[in-house]
DNA sequence: CGTCAGGTAAAAA
DNA sequence: TTTTTACCTGAC
């Protein structure tokens, strides 16, 4: 193996993108099931020396098989290691206010999303939220509605049908008159109880449109401006959400998701610190990086987070 | 207790 | 069209 698909497993892992929550961690291991050709696999991510090393497990009692050579080909779609991280690197040395990125960053990759759905709910749960807690309300979500799987390594939910989020309950009491429960309190399987606050009605809306107007494969198909503003139409979906759903969710590679981070940042290395509108970084952004755009995002945020300049502009 | 977090939708200017 | 404001929730 050449040093170009090395990868930083447990930074490209817990670095926020709104793919999916985080791999179960188990040891030096980061697990999860993933559905290949209907089946549902245990894929077993660990890292060595900077390269990544996968396994896979079946579920118990079942005789199902899937050629290694498909599930490494799944994998690495996930982890994007067929991407040519030195050539970004080259890339980035180039512009003398990216270089300092790659010290900080290095081997962390996109983390794509194995199912496109999952990245959805995702993102919209992320919206004005903090990363520990979105990731718990997804997979809470995914333990409640989602389907168990039985492994040798234990159990595992897959995500949720599109009906099974349509038919949830969005809180407590819409549970509550639903059901016969003596207590509200009871009340446990709604969408609210699994911390999602004011965003259950736009998960279940989008959901609803999703499953009856929208087509994953359609809008794979289309071109990024397209995809976005068919996307933007699904509510808790704005322009952010849009691009963390595109670039995550369905590898659009030239968006540039902007946040008040993403503005904070790029304000201080490309305009003096002058307060741009985000609408304007984000032009920037896919102007200035191109198909680079979601990777110098990626990169941006992290650089900053870790190097201390977060702290620096917070003031 | 008040503030804030990786925005959005709806109201107001 | 652009700019405020309210908003679930849990952590500090």
């Not at 985080?22 to 559905?35: A, G, L, T």
């Not at 970004?88 to 081997?107: I, V």
């Not at 983390?111 to 749960?125: G, P, R, T």
């Not at 290395?269 to 990086?289: A, Q, S, T």
Request: charged content about 30%; hydrophobic content about 35%; glycine content about 6%.
């Amino acid at each position: 193996m050449s040093d170009y698909n090395i990868i930083d497993l447990e930074l490209t892992q817990l670095s926020g993108q709104t793919s999916q929550p985080p791999w179960k961690q188990e040891n030096d291991e980061y697990r999860e099931v993933v559905i290949v050709e209907g089946v549902p696999v245990l894929f077993k991510a660990h890292e060595l020396n900077k390269s990544i090393e996968f396994s896979y497990e079946f579920p118990l009692n079942s005789d199902f098989h899937i050629k290694k050579s498909i599930l490494d080909k799944k994998a690495s779609e996930i982890f994007d290691l067929d991407f040519n991280l030195s050539k970004f690197y080259k890339y980035l040395n180039q512009d003398e206010k990216l270089a300092e990125m790659t010290s900080f960053c290095e081997g962390l990759r996109l983390f794509l999303a194995k199912d496109k759905f999952e990245s959805i709910l995702s993102s919209i749960c992320s919206a004005n939220n903090s990363i520990v807690r979105w990731t718990k309300s997804i997979d809470l979500i995914k333990e409640k509605w989602g389907k168990s799987y039985e492994f040798p390594s234990g159990t595992f939910y897959g995500v949720p049908s599109l009906d099974a989020i349509i038919n949830s309950f969005e809180d407590d009491q819409e549970e509550f008159d639903n059901c016969d429960f003596p207590d509200i309190s009871l009340c446990e399987n709604n969408l609210k109880a699994c911390g999602v606050g004011y965003r259950a009605p736009y998960m279940k809306k989008a959901t609803e449109i999703l499953s009856l107007e929208m087509d994953f494969g359609e809008i794979s198909k289309m071109s990024y401006d397209e995809a976005f503003d068919t996307i933007l139409k699904l509510p808790g979906v704005g322009p952010k959400v849009a691009d963390c759903i595109l670039l995550y969710g369905f590898n659009f590679r030239e968006a540039f998701p902007s946040d008040v981070w993403i503005k904070r940042i790029v304000s201080h290395l490309y305009f003096e610190g002058k307060d741009i509108k985000v609408p304007k970084i984000r032009e920037f952004g896919m102007e200035e990086f191109g198909d680079y755009a979601g990777y110098v995002q990626l990169y941006l945020f992290h650089y900053a987070r870790r190097s201390g300049l977060m702290n620096e502009l917070k003031k």
